[in-house]
């Protein structure tokens, strides 16, 4: 069987043109599963790490501590503040 020349150059880039679809694809998959097994391995934070994040979260307890500390002082304050100019605004008695 005789092929035209136009046709076996058609089937030719075809027969390429799928296998490189294929092959794109198929590099794809392997990607998308590799990312997708190294993903789901989560490693157990490192001792020093561990201890880093104790010691940050130690110093957050102790910022929070100081900042309701000085929240009460303002809050007392302000309630001092607020009695003095109740006492000067009441009229004398004597």
């Given at each position: ?27 794809a ?37 100081e900042?309701e ?10 309630r ?15």
């Amino acid at each position: 069987m005789i092929m035209i020349p136009e046709v076996q150059v058609f089937a030719q880039v075809a027969a390429i043109s799928a296998g490189l679809i294929a092959t794109c694809c198929g590099i794809a998959v392997f990607t998308y599963r590799s990312v997708k097994h190294t993903d789901n391995r989560h490693l157990p934070p490192s001792t020093e790490v561990s201890n880093r994040l104790d010691q940050l979260q130690q110093s957050v307890d102790a910022i929070a501590i100081e900042v309701e500390r000085l929240a009460e002082a303002q809050r007392f304050t302000a309630r001092i503040e607020a009695e003095r100019e109740l006492r000067q605004a009441l009229p004398s008695q004597g």
